[in-house]
């Protein structure tokens, strides 16, 4: 008889682990590298300011989400 293997789902903790290094990224990188790449590419400034603390708030959110669990 053959055994039957079960699903290996990706544990929650690994998952929460991934989004939480996420937010990180989204915090730092956002108002820093994110904003960096968008000035060279010739973006309005007014543009890359906004979509840089539009992903620090991101990021802060999802870690505040995270933290809160």
Not at 11 to 24: C, D, G, H, N, Q
């Amino acid at each position: 008889m053959r055994k039957v293997r079960k699903p290996q789902w990706i544990s929650e903790r690994f998952v929460k682990m991934v989004l939480t290094i996420f937010a990180v990224l989204l915090i730092f990188g956002g108002p820093t590298y994110l904003m960096y790449i968008l000035q060279r590419l010739g973006i309005p400034p007014v543009l890359f300011t906004i979509v840089g603390l539009a992903a620090f708030t991101a990021g802060i959110m999802l870690f505040m989400h995270l933290a809160r669990e």
